[in-house]
């Protein structure tokens, strides 16, 4: 089990992972979902031991990986976002390598190990290819692989993947499902769809900070439920805007599209109540007639968008 207490890091002025909570169980598959630089590999680098934490702990099975790194160390096996692959060694050659340094000690040990893993990821019969000519696809399978040796229970892989090709993506998903049913296994991703199938449980993260976690289910079913309005109402921004937010209960109003005297925007009924009535009227009475209005429920697509794309344009202009 792993304890994620009050994680913060700051990288001088800017806070990369911000006061994040949480609790992994044993046995289930979590997916850390966010946007690009949400925090997500700052925060298993730090579950792994490779960063310090600026503020917070992180315990794997009782064991701080600050004060006790090689007792904690030893229950996880991290496939880093860019994994260190030697281009010059074998498959075989570099997972005899990684087992040497994960101290498994004896030589045939190290066989035994590798040769399981090799099934276990599908690499039997390029154990003799240069990592060199593998495809993007095996490549991420020797870092699975890689991962798996020195027998973790807890296996952390950071968007295990990105860069791979539709049919390779549908086979490394397969793999970690596979791997569930032995370990315990982390993932982090930016697409939502690839944690709602492969992942039992979901942590979504946004500018740093943790904004929902639940079963994929109770995600869609709670936060789905939320009714999303979509208008088109003549008028300036400004007043189309002013009328519809004063309507009680309505929030995230968004512009969609904006073009000769015509608004288009989306809200959001947090209540549950049906708002269109009280809408239209309150843009008629601003003199802002009502052209096209409809409501459906939010998809889970919608959630993560919203719950994610405030806190990801900051960091877009200040990158820029
Ligand atoms: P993700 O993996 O979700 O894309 P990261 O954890 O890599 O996000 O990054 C989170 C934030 O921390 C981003 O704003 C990123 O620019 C910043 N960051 C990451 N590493 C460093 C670093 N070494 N120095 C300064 N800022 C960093
Ligand atoms: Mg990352």
């Given at each position: 089990?792993?304890?994620?207490?009050?994680?913060?890091?700051?990288?001088?002025?800017?806070t990369?992972?911000?006061?994040v909570?949480?609790?992994?169980?044993?046995?289930?598959i979590?997916?850390?979902?966010?946007?690009n630089?949400?925090?997500?590999?700052?925060?298993?680098?730090?579950?792994?031991?490779?960063?310090s934490?600026?503020?917070?702990?992180?315990?794997?099975?009782?064991?701080?990986?600050?004060?006790?790194p090689?007792?904690?160390?030893?229950?996880?096996?991290?496939?880093?976002?860019?994994?260190?692959?030697?281009?010059?060694?074998t498959?075989?050659?570099?997972?005899?390598?990684?087992?040497?340094?994960?101290?498994?000690?004896?030589?045939?040990?190290?066989?035994?190990?590798?040769?399981?893993?090799?099934?276990?990821?599908?690499?039997?019969?390029?154990?003799?290819?240069?990592?060199?000519?593998?495809s993007?696809?095996?490549?991420?399978?020797?870092?699975?692989?890689?991962?798996?040796?020195?027998?973790?229970?807890?296996?952390?892989?950071?968007?295990?993947?990105?860069?791979?090709?539709?049919?390779?993506?549908?086979?490394?998903?397969?793999?970690?499902?596979?791997?569930?049913?032995?370990?315990?296994?982390?993932?982090?991703?930016?697409?939502?769809?690839?944690?709602?199938?492969?992942?039992?449980?979901v942590?979504?993260?946004?500018?740093?900070?943790?904004?929902a976690?639940?079963?994929?289910?109770?995600?869609?079913?709670?936060?789905?439920?939320?009714?999303?309005?979509?208008?088109?109402?003549?008028?300036?921004?400004?007043?189309?805007?002013?009328?519809?937010?004063?309507?009680?209960?309505?929030?995230?109003?968004?512009?969609?599209?904006?073009?000769?005297?015509?608004?288009?925007?989306?809200?959001?009924?947090?209540?549950?109540?049906?708002?269109?009535?009280?809408?239209?009227?309150?843009?008629?009475?601003?003199?802002?007639?009502?052209?096209?209005?409809?409501?459906?429920?939010?998809?889970?697509?919608?959630?993560?968008?919203?719950?994610?794309?405030?806190?990801?344009?900051?960091?877009?202009?200040?990158?820029?």
């Amino acid at each position: 089990m792993i304890e994620v207490k009050h994680l913060t890091k700051r990288y001088g002025r800017r806070t990369a992972v911000d006061d994040v909570s949480f609790t992994v169980e044993d046995g289930c598959i979590y997916g850390l979902l966010g946007p690009n630089g949400a925090g997500k590999s700052t925060t298993m680098n730090i579950m792994t031991g490779f960063l310090s934490a600026t503020e917070g702990e992180v315990r794997i099975d009782g064991h701080d990986i600050a004060e006790e790194p090689l007792e904690a160390k030893a229950c996880i096996g991290y496939l880093p976002e860019q994994p260190p692959l030697y281009q010059d060694m074998t498959v075989e050659e570099y997972l005899l390598f990684v087992a040497e340094l994960k101290r498994v000690r004896k030589k045939g040990d190290r066989r035994v190990a590798v040769n399981k893993a090799c099934r276990r990821t599908g690499l039997v019969g390029m154990e003799k290819r240069l990592i060199r000519n593998l495809s993007k696809g095996y490549r991420q399978r020797v870092g699975i692989a890689a991962a798996l040796l020195g027998a973790p229970r807890i296996i952390i892989l950071d968007e295990p993947t990105v860069g791979l090709d539709p049919a390779q993506m549908i086979e490394i998903r397969a793999l970690i499902h596979d791997l569930g049913r032995t370990h315990t296994v982390i993932l982090s991703s930016h697409i939502l769809s690839e944690v709602q199938t492969v992942c039992d449980r979901v942590l979504i993260i946004a500018g740093g900070k943790l904004v929902a976690q639940g079963t994929p289910e109770e995600l869609a079913g709670k936060l789905a439920a939320r009714g999303i309005i979509s208008v088109t109402a003549q008028g300036t921004r400004e007043a189309v805007l002013a009328a519809a937010s004063g309507v009680e209960g309505l929030s995230d109003l968004r512009v969609t599209a904006e073009k000769s005297g015509e608004v288009s925007f989306t809200a959001v009924s947090t209540t549950g109540k049906d708002l269109r009535g009280a809408l239209s009227l309150a843009l008629a009475q601003a003199g802002c007639p009502v052209l096209s209005m409809n409501a459906g429920s939010m998809s889970l697509e919608d959630v993560f968008l919203q719950l994610t794309e405030h806190t990801g344009a900051p960091e877009q202009k200040e990158e820029a």
